[in-house]
C-alpha cells in the first residue's frame, strides 16, 4: 500500500523531533504535526525557561556573599518583567531554531492536534494522512487533583507568565518541580511555603540526600511544611488566597502553584480507535523497541512514562529512528542515568540510592563528606555540602554518586561518564584532583563511614 508518509510523529518535543529528524536522515519521508509550540514541554514551560528562572534566583545569595569579599552593593531589586520578557524572547528564538532544524531535514511539519483515526491515519485539523508508522510523542501534563477551589491554582504551564509576580506563594508537591519552583521563586524574594502530604519530599531520591536537602533549603528561607494536604482554596475579597490544610491550618497566598505530578498527554489522541494498550498508570504500554500493541504504532517520552528526562526522550528518539530505518537494531541503556534538582542547593545524583544498593548488593561501602564550601568561609554563609560514594565492596565498583551543593548537576555529569565506563573506587583514588574545587572530594574520600 501507498502510504503519504514513511513516518507520521505527534508531537514535537524533544523525543518527537529527535526522531523525526533521524528517520528522516536516513531517508524516510516524515512528518510532524504540533498543536502548541515547537520544542515541547522542555523548551518552552520546562528545562529550559525552568532553568533560566533558577540562574535569576541565585544573584540573592550571591550579592548577600559578596559583601564578605568586599563589594558593596546598595539593596538590590528585582524586576519579574524583565526576566519574564527576556524568558519569552529566548523561547521564540529556540521555537524557531526548532522550525529551521525540521525544514533543513526535510520534515513537513503540520500545526494542529493530530487524532488517530485508524492504525495508518492521522487526522489533523480536519485533513488526513496516511503513514507507515505513527509515532506518539506528545508528553505529559500538569495533573491538579480535584480540591475545592482548584479554578484558582497554577501550574508549571502558567507560572513562567504571570502577570504579577507573587510575593506569597504556596507550592503543592513533593517531587523535583515543585522543589526547584519553591527554591526559585524563594531566591527571588517571594515568601515561599511548600506543602506535601508525606513525610519528606523527592520520593525515590537517596535519603540521607533527601534530609540533608531539606536542613539546607530550610536555611535558605523556604517554609517546609510536610505531612500536610490542602482540602480547599478560597479566594478572598483582596485577591488573595486562603490555603486551608487538614491539620486545620491556613496560608493566605497571593498565587498556588501546583506541582502534584504529570500525566501522559492522551485527551483526544483517538486511541479509542485502535488497539493500543495502556498500563495501570495511565501510560501508554511499549516493548524494548517503543512498539505498542497496535505493530505500526510507536510511541515514547515522557507518554510511556519511565524516567521523564528531556535526554532519555532524545536517546529514545534515537534509539526508535535507527532502528526503523537501519539495520542496526539499537536499544537505550537506562542505567546510571545522571539528574539534576535545580533547587538551592543543587541536588546531583547518578547510580543507586543507598536504599537500592544495599537491597541489591550483598556489602556496600559508603563514603560520606559533609563540608562549608571554601567560599563561604570568608561569605558567611552557612550551606554546606553533601558528597557521597555507594561502592561495591566486592567488585570495588562504584554504584551510586550523590551530591547536594553548588553546581552538582555539572560535577555529576563528569561522573556519570566515570560511572558508565565501570569506574573503580581505586580508579577515583588514583585520580589527581583539581585544587581547590569542591569537586575534589569525590576523589580524596579515603574512609568509608559504613559497610
Not at 493500543?276 to 515514547?300: C, H, K, M, W
Amino acid at each position: 500500500m501507498n502510504y503519504d508518509y514513511d513516518l507520521f510523529v505527534i508531537g514535537a518535543g524533544s523525543g518527537g523531533v529527535r526522531s523525526s529528524r533521524v528517520a528522516a536522515s536516513f531517508g524516510a519521508k516524515v512528518a510532524i504535526c504540533e498543536d502548541r509550540y515547537m520544542g515541547g514541554t522542555c523548551v518552552n514551560v520546562g528545562c529550559v525557561p525552568k532553568k533560566l528562572y533558577a540562574y535569576a534566583s541565585e544573584y540573592s545569595s550571591h550579592f548577600r556573599d559578596s559583601e564578605g569579599f568586599g563589594w558593596q552593593i546598595s539593596e538590590p531589586h528585582f524586576h519579574w518583567p524583565t526576566l519574564r520578557n527576556h524568558k519569552t524572547t529566548e523561547i521564540s528564538r529556540l521555537n524557531t531554531v526548532y522550525d529551521t532544524l525540521l525544514d533543513n531535514a526535510n520534515v513537513e511539519v503540520i500545526h494542529g492536534r493530530g487524532e488517530i483515526v485508524d492504525p495508518h491515519t492521522v487526522s489533523v485539523a480536519g485533513k488526513t494522512y496516511t503513514a507507515e508508522r505513527i509515532l506518539i510523542a506528545v508528553g505529559g501534563w500538569p495533573f491538579v487533583p480535584e480540591i475545592k477551589g482548584k479554578e484558582h491554582v497554577i501550574t508549571s504551564n502558567e507560572v513562567f507568565d504571570l502577570e504579577q509576580f507573587p510575593k506569597r506563594l504556596v507550592v503543592v508537591g513533593g517531587g523535583y518541580i515543585a522543589v526547584e519552583f519553591a527554591s526559585i521563586f524563594n531566591g527571588l524574594a517571594s515568601r515561599v511555603t511548600q506543602l506535601y502530604r508525606g513525610d519528606l519530599f523527592l520520593r525515590g531520591f537517596d535519603n540521607e540526600v533527601r534530609q540533608f536537602a531539606a536542613k539546607e533549603i530550610r536555611k535558605k528561607g523556604v517554609n517546609l511544611h510536610f505531612n500536610s494536604d490542602v482540602i480547599s482554596i478560597e479566594k478572598l475579597s483582596d485577591g488573595s488566597l486562603k490555603v486551608n490544610l487538614d491539620d486545620d491550618v491556613s496560608v493566605i497566598a497571593d498565587a498556588v502553584l501546583y506541582a502534584t505530578g504529570r500525566k501522559p498527554h492522551i485527551k483526544g489522541l483517538g486511541l479509542e480507535n485502535v488497539n493500543v494498550r495502556l498500563t495501570e498508570d495511565g501510560y501508554i504500554d511499549v516493548n524494548e523497541q517503543f512498539q505498542t500493541s497496535e505493530p505500526s504504532i510507536y510511541a515514547l517520552g515522557d507518554v510511556i512514562g519511565g524516567m521523564e528526562l528531556t535526554p532519555v526522550a532524545l536517546a529514545e528518539g534515537m534509539a526508535l529512528a535507527k532502528s526503523l530505518y537501519t539495520n542496526e537494531i539499537c536499544k537505550v541503556d537506562y542505567s546510571n542515568i545522571a539528574t539534576t534538582v535545580f533547587c538551592q542547593p543543587n541536588i546531583g545524583t547518578v547510580g543507586l540510592t543507598e536504599e537500592q544498593a544495599n537491597a541489591e548488593y550483598r556489602h556496600v561501602v559508603k563514603y560520606r563528606s559533609t563540608f562549608r564550601p571554601m567560599k563561604h568561609s570568608i561569605s558567611g554563609s552557612q550551606e554546606r555540602t553533601l558528597m557521597k560514594l555507594l561502592v561495591d565492596g566486592d567488585t570495588d565498583k562504584i554504584l551510586g554518586a550523590h551530591m547536594v551543593g553548588p553546581d552538582a548537576g555539572e560535577i555529576m555529569q563528569g561522573l556519570a561518564i566515570a560511572m558508565k565506563a565501570g569506574a573503580t573506587k581505586t580508579d577515583f583514588d588514583s585520580t589527581i584532583g583539581i585544587h581547590p574545587t569542591s569537586a575534589e572530594e569525590f576523589v580524596t574520600m579515603r574512609e568509608p563511614v559504613s559497610s
